[in-house]
């Protein structure tokens, strides 16, 4: 299980409760037929759930847990610090969708980090300066005075790659906010048909034609190292390592590994309140998104349940899709399902045996679910002291609202942690991803105290082949704190509760097959259509009238609501021709 810790430091002990405020199921009562039913109340279920329900299908959405979110969740995990337990930064939630929903109106509230990302140096400062340290933001003449810090000839090439990234980042949109080439329809069936399935060709022809002449460079990022891009560009290690992070985010990956330089691009794709690849802290924790999206869902008359456990999807004689039956032994009958789950859980766990074909099964275990992440989650009564970037009297500086890059002086410190995980064992080393979002949301901790997210990297599934213990996760959390207090002496007393989540955590609880945040690996093969199988890349299962809705569909973990929004205009489509 997850391990938490409460230390009583003049505060009254403490258990792990893991409520979110609000979260709770209106009194709507459970009714036996829907036109849909969504399986799990994840950001993208909820989006499918409400676009279903405004094009006319009475619509209900069941999750299993006893809060509404999915890994975009809200829990106070101890008496008075809230947390974005699992997710914990918001950007590439899709425009159109924050318009359609109107999810400001609904609640929402996005504070905006500039700067956003920050690496101190572990160094001794020159004459009794403190050590260096990289501030990247949205100023653009900033950016290079802090880059001339380590190289002036990489201060002047960055606008340029800002650039180049923005336009190709740019050029995939389209591809974002359609369902992938519909290759059988294309290929097979009637006339009519084929023309119909053409108009998915829109958006990959689109792409095309804003890339370019750049069409090489966007085969040269998805296809290359992170390494090998960076390296065209830039000589200096913390800058490099710095941008390498986000080619390695979430992934089981190396900088010198193929196919991370799109991670990279996957996450300079996003844009906040108009601000391209903007990341900000949603108030009252990631929870705060989802719950908007319910309460968008719900005007529209969608139901919405927590505590609904789903044991098993019903098909019928015919092989078509029926409904579900709860772990209660409730049956609902819809005319489709939607699974808001991984493909493994839709198809291992929840499809009757026998549904489905041994070739189609086979190739649902071949699907990379493999995770490099541990989640700690920290309640402090002082915020952290930086030595590169000291401030007095325990007030924040800008450097605090960003995530702020540990470990993350030289890329070889990156392949290190990696390589270790990989042989099966927690890095010694991590790369740590720290946000302290109370420093702009003051509704997270009590007065003077703060939340810290630590997104870490690489631990493994299995240690060493053997399954994690509580002591295995006290072990990395206590070595990853001792990182921290390298970098903001300090830390260590601070802390007056923490919770640890190595990857089978994420995965018991999240339902996030092998601890992967993504739903699968963002890898070359399972995108587009490929995602998360060729044959499931149009979001329709071998089941007739089962979908996937989720984050392992196109175009992936991270684009919030995408998934759930392809999904939904191909249940519609069907439902028109039916």
């Known amino acids: 299980?997850?391990?938490?810790?409460?230390?009583?430091?003049?505060?009254?002990?403490?258990?792990?409760?893991?409520?979110?405020?609000?979260?709770?199921?209106?009194?709507?009562?459970?009714?036996?037929?829907?036109?849909?039913?969504?399986?799990?109340?994840?950001?993208?279920?909820?989006?499918?759930?409400?676009?279903?329900?405004?094009?006319?299908?009475?619509?209900?959405?069941?999750?299993?847990?006893?809060?509404?979110?999915?890994?975009?969740?809200?829990?106070?995990?101890?008496?008075?610090?809230?947390?974005?337990?699992?997710?914990?930064?918001?950007?590439?939630?899709?425009?159109?969708?924050?318009?359609?929903?109107?999810?400001?109106?609904?609640?929402?509230?996005v504070y905006m980090r500039?700067?956003?990302?920050?690496?101190?140096?572990?160094?001794?400062?020159?004459?009794?300066?403190?050590?260096?340290?990289?501030?990247?933001?949205?100023?653009?003449?900033?950016?290079?005075?802090?880059?001339?810090?380590?190289?002036?000839?990489?201060?002047?090439?960055?606008?340029?790659?800002?650039?180049?990234?923005?336009?190709?980042?740019?050029?995939?949109?389209?591809?974002?906010?359609?369902?992938?080439?519909?290759?059988?329809?294309?290929?097979?069936?009637?006339?009519?048909?084929r023309l119909a399935a053409a108009n998915t060709l829109s958006p990959i022809i689109k792409c095309g034609l804003k890339l370019g002449k750049n069409i090489p460079d966007f085969y040269e990022i998805v296809t290359a190292p992170i390494m090998k891009i960076l390296t065209q560009w830039f000589d200096s290690e913390p800058l490099k390592a710095t941008l390498a992070t986000d080619g390695v985010i979430g992934a089981m990956t190396s900088p010198s590994n193929p196919g991370s330089g799109y991670v990279l691009l996957h996450h300079v794709m996003g844009e906040l309140e108009k601000e391209k690849g903007a990341w900000g802290y949603v108030e009252g924790g990631m929870g705060g998104v989802s719950q908007a999206i319910a309460s968008a869902a719900r005007s529209y008359g969608v139901d919405i349940f927590t505590e609904k456990d789903v044991g098993q999807i019903l098909v019928g004689s015919n092989g078509a899709a029926k409904g579900v039956v709860l772990k209660d032994g409730t049956e609902i009958h819809s005319k489709v399902v939607l699974s808001n789950a991984t493909p493994y859980v839709t198809f291992k766990n929840l499809t009757p045996q026998g549904a489905l074909s041994p070739e189609f099964m086979k190739a649902v275990d071949q699907i990379d679910y493999t995770s490099p992440v541990t989640k700690?989650?920290?309640?402090?009564?002082?915020?952290?002291?930086?030595?590169?970037?000291?401030?007095?009297?325990?007030?924040?500086?800008?450097?605090?609202?960003?995530?702020?890059?540990?470990?993350?002086?030289?890329?070889?410190?990156?392949?290190?942690?990696?390589?270790?995980?990989?042989?099966?064992r927690p890095s010694a080393r991590p790369m740590l991803e720290m946000t302290i979002p109370s420093v702009l949301d003051p509704t997270l901790a009590p007065p003077g105290c703060h939340v810290v997210s630590l997104f870490t990297q690489f631990t493994p599934y299995h240690i060493e082949g053997r399954e994690w213990t509580d002591q295995d996760r006290e072990a990395f959390a206590d070595t990853a704190f001792d990182w921290v207090e390298k970098y903001a002496p300090g830390f260590k007393k601070s802390v007056v509760g923490r919770d640890i989540l190595a990857p089978p955590d994420l995965?018991?609880?999240?339902?996030?097959?092998?601890?992967?945040?993504?739903?699968?690996?963002?890898?070359?093969?399972?995108?587009?259509?490929?995602?998360?199988?060729?044959?499931?890349?149009?979001?329709?299962?071998?089941?007739?009238g089962l979908y996937l809705c989720g984050s392992s569909c196109h175009p992936g973990g991270g684009v919030m609501g995408s998934p759930g929004w392809n999904a939904a205009l191909t249940v519609m489509a069907d439902q028109k021709h039916q």
């Open 114 to 193: 500039d700067p956003h990302a920050f690496t101190p140096m572990l160094e001794e400062g020159v004459r009794g300066a403190p050590p260096r340290s990289l501030t990247l933001g949205s100023d653009l003449k900033m950016n290079q005075m802090e880059i001339g810090k380590f190289s002036q000839n990489d201060a002047k090439a960055y606008p340029e790659f800002v650039a180049h990234l923005e336009k190709l980042a740019g050029a995939i949109h389209p591809l974002l906010d359609a369902p992938p080439v519909d290759i059988p329809g294309i290929t097979a069936g009637s006339l009519r048909k």
């Open 376 to 424: 700690i989650n920290v309640a402090v009564d002082k915020l952290p002291n930086f030595l590169a970037a000291p401030t007095p009297d325990d007030k924040p500086g800008p450097h605090h609202q960003c995530s702020i890059h540990l470990n993350c002086e030289s890329v070889e410190v990156l392949e290190t942690a990696y390589k270790e995980a990989l042989n099966g």
């Open 1 to 109: 299980m997850a391990a938490a810790v409460w230390t009583d430091r003049g505060r009254r002990a403490a258990t792990l409760v893991g409520t979110l405020t609000g979260s709770r199921s209106t009194h709507t009562a459970l009714k036996s037929q829907y036109d849909a039913l969504v399986i799990g109340g994840g950001h993208n279920g909820l989006v499918a759930a409400a676009y279903l329900q405004k094009g006319g299908l009475k619509t209900a959405v069941l999750e299993r847990r006893h809060v509404l979110g999915g890994a975009a969740v809200s829990e106070e995990i101890f008496p008075g610090f809230h947390f974005s337990r699992c997710s914990y930064l918001l950007s590439l939630l899709r425009p159109h969708i924050y318009k359609d929903l109107e999810l400001k109106k609904h609640g929402l509230k």
């Open 507 to 544: 995965e018991r609880i999240f339902g996030l097959t092998g601890g992967n945040i993504f739903h699968g690996s963002m890898s070359l093969d399972q995108l587009y259509l490929a995602r998360p199988l060729p044959s499931l890349s149009n979001y329709r299962s071998p089941i007739k």
